[in-house]
């Protein structure tokens, strides 16, 4: 049995904070649950858990979950700063894309196959955004 202690000094509060800010994302591109399970690697029931509105709940989260919130977050502020109507912000994720990568797949679709490299294959696509910008 693996016990999860909190990654680079994260306390357990925080934790929770970075998770449920990621699954608010995740829910606004259209994320089913299992998606964002997948997304994020974590339990159907700490999925739950963390959609309740329990002040007292917490959780510990290991390094690799923490940087799947990271991530979500930077493509996030990524497409915040790319796009500047709210449709296509939270829209772009679920959004057919022809390029080479995505092959007419959604960034989400390629995210929620669960592994790391496909989010940060993903990842580094959004970001490249920012610079075709200039």
Not at 27 to 51: F, H, N, P
Not at 57 to 79: C, E, K, P
Not at 115 to 132: K, Q
């Amino acid at each position: 049995m693996t016990v999860a202690i909190p990654a680079q000094g994260f306390s357990r509060a925080q934790c929770v904070a970075g998770l449920r800010t990621a699954l608010k994302i995740l829910d606004k591109w259209g994320a089913s649950a299992e998606q964002a399970c997948r997304v994020l690697r974590i339990a159907r029931s700490t999925y739950t858990r963390a959609r309740q509105d329990d002040s007292q709940w917490t959780v510990s989260l290991d390094l690799d979950q923490l940087q799947r919130i990271s991530m979500v977050l930077n493509i996030h502020a990524t497409l915040r700063l790319v796009f500047d109507n709210p449709e296509n912000v939270y829209g772009f994720p679920s959004m057919e894309n022809h390029n080479a990568f995505f092959n007419g797949r959604t960034p989400l679709e390629i995210m929620a196959q669960g592994d790391m490299i496909s989010l940060y294959e993903t990842f580094r696509r959004i970001d490249a955004l920012r610079s075709a910008q200039w």
